[in-house]
Every structure is written in C-alpha cells, then in structure tokens.
C-alpha cells in the first residue's frame, strides 16, 4: 500500500524543513519507506476533505490503506512501530526511546514555540521587550537541563531512535535565535541528526517543493 503524507503547498518557513511535514518524511526516510505526497493550501487545509483527515486543518497528514492519521508524534511513532531503524529491540530501551519522544513535543517544544510566537507575532506590544528576556529564560532552563542529560553522548539513550529525531526536529526551530549557541553539545546534536543521509533526503525533499520556478 502507497503512503501518502500531506504538507504545504507553500510553506511559511520557505521550505528550510520545520514544517511538521518534515518530520515524518525523515522518519520514512531511515525506514526506507517510499511515500507520496498531496500539497494542501491554505485554502484547502481548512475544507471538509482535509479536515476528515486532520480534524484541526493542519498539516501533515498520514494515509495509508485504511488508515488515515494525523499529528506528528502518532505518525512517527507509527512508522517506528512498523518499520525496524527507529525504536530499539530491548523493551526497556525502545520504552526509554518513546519517552525522548513524549519529552520532545510535551516538555521542549511548548516553551520554543512560545518563543516563537513572542518574536513572530507580539512584537509590536508594548509589553514585548519587557516579556521576551521571560520566554527567552523558560527556553534556557529547558536547554539547560537537556544539555546536562545529554553530556558528551552522540544521542539521548544509546543508538540514534525515534526520541532523537523528535528531538531534533524541535531543538532546530531554534537556530536562528542564538539560544542553541549558548549549548555547544545541544548545538553538535542537532548537526549530527542534520547530517544523516536521511534527514538531507527529507529536508532536500522539502525544500524542492518551496523553490521559487527559474526564469
């Protein structure tokens, strides 16, 4: 059966991989998987066709067969399931690896994408320069604690799982604030899962969709 994913027609991030859909091509990428995908606008992400699909209007979906999901998490956590390359043999190890899994998008992510929000879409407030040094600490203490449990390790529990590659994912929406910076560890993991032939696939995958026409 065809996997099919969903992502942006015209991505708001210009195709630089932190749409959502990038996850999950990476994901499809180190299974081996080979998937299709429907570019949805704006428009359309809000229509009854995909909102069977994703019931908030967003993106990506996943399709396959009978099945239809939405949400990165269950989606990468689906092909992690059903594919061997991104959850450990040892129950007690794959256990740990959708942990990372759960800690990337509940506890590491809400502070960066209100850091986000902060920079993006309050900074004409009168109160945003008084509020920013705030948001910009909560991330901090998140990092802080992340680079501790990290160490010197190449990855979060042994091999590179699916916990890492969520991680990831969340941890480069921070690049172009500096903050990573300030962790040269966080800094290296996050170039280390950049360099996997499976994330150039899908970020190059992504990218293509984005690219102005020539002429």
Known sequence: MTITITAFERSPDGGQGLARDTRVRWALEEVGQPYEVRLVSFTAMKEPAHLALHPFGQIPTFEEGDLALFETGAIVFHIAQRH?????????????????????????????????????????????????????????????????????ADWLDGPFSAGDLMMVSVLLRLKASGLLDEYPN????????????????????????????AG
Request: charged residues 25%.
């Open 84 to 152: 061997a390359g991104l959850l450990p043999d040892d129950a007690n190890a794959r256990a740990r690896a959708i942990t990372w899994m759960f800690a990337a998008l509940s506890t590491v992510e809400p502070p960066i994408l209100e850091l986000g929000s902060a920079r993006f879409l309050e900074s004409d407030k009168s109160w945003s320069a008084q509020r920013m040094p705030l948001v910009k600490d909560r991330v901090r203490d998140r990092l802080t604690q992340l680079s501790a449990r990290l160490g010197d």
């Open 186 to 213: 966080l800094s290296a993991y996050v170039a280390r899962g950049e360099a996997r032939p499976a994330y150039k696939r899908a970020f190059e995958a992504q990218l293509a969709v984005n690219k102005p026409p």
